[in-house]
């Protein structure tokens, strides 16, 4: 199965600043998708990245909030903008989806 | 809208005992079904899967069942071990009409040593 890198692993940031986080995978594939996991909580979809279009976002969540860039089939960047507290969660990439998912290893993000 | 209920919440059992989790979806055209085991601090990982044309299927220690007139499925794990001890959740997907996949809420297992 596929090896993904994400980083930062973890991050304190101010509000109203921004956060890029970034997942590099060891072989090309198709979709590629990111999710939020707050404390004690499930996997909510933000939203499917393909490379050469626009990611589809999942109700709730906005482009201008959360913008994705898939520049090639072996990597992404999730940008979670103007930063709140309630943006504090575990921010996970993900790869596969018809025969399961592999997870990054995710990024722990607290707002102050 | 589609949902999967994923049931305990909790679930604590002695080492040696057996533990079930079930699962059950609305999304009928669901048929895909994995089972994924989250670590503290760690990412999920799948553990094992079943697809719409199969009614169970085992891996040494863990098993999952499907019952797809009645849209549930279990993930069985027995002879349980203090390592089984995890936050497990379930999903299933489907691939016609738009790929999509809805997670359960996730069941934290406790075993006592």
């Known amino acids: 199965s596929a090896v993904i890198s994400q980083k930062p692993s973890r991050d304190i940031c101010q509000r109203g600043t921004s956060l890029t986080i970034q997942c590099q995978v060891d072989?090309?594939?198709?979709?590629m998708f990111w999710y939020r996991q707050q404390p004690g909580q499930s996997l909510t979809l933000i939203a499917t990245?393909?490379?050469?279009?626009?990611?589809?976002?999942e109700s709730g969540f906005v482009i201008d909030k959360f913008p994705i860039s898939r520049p090639n089939l072996t990597f992404s960047t999730l940008t979670v903008s103007n930063m709140s507290p309630e943006d504090s969660s575990i921010y996970l990439c993900?790869?596969?989806?018809?025969?399961?998912?592999?997870f990054g290893s995710g990024t722990r993000l607290t707002v102050v | 809208g589609e949902n999967v209920e994923q049931h305990p919440s909790t679930l604590s059992v002695q080492e040696g005992d057996s533990a079930v989790i079930k699962c059950t979806y609305s999304?009928?055209?669901?048929?895909?079904f994995p089972w994924y085991k989250q670590e503290l601090g760690k990412r999920p990982q799948l553990i094992i899967d079943?697809?719409?044309?199969?009614g169970e299927k085992k891996d040494q220690r863990i098993a999952v069942t499907l019952n797809k007139t009645a849209k549930h499925f279990s993930l069985h794990i027995t002879e349980t071990q203090p390592e089984d001890s995890a936050v497990y959740f379930c999903?299933?997907?489907?691939?016609?009409?738009?790929?999509?996949?809805?997670f359960g809420a996730g069941t934290r297992l406790f075993v006592k040593a």
């Open positions: 993900s790869v596969g989806g018809v025969n399961g998912y592999t």
């Open positions: 072989s090309q594939v198709t979709m």
């Open positions: 990245a393909n490379q050469g279009s626009e990611a589809t976002y």
């Open positions: 999304d009928s055209a669901s048929n895909y």
């Open positions: 079943i697809r719409s044309n199969v």
């Open positions: 999903a299933a997907s489907r691939d016609t009409g738009g790929f999509k996949t809805i």
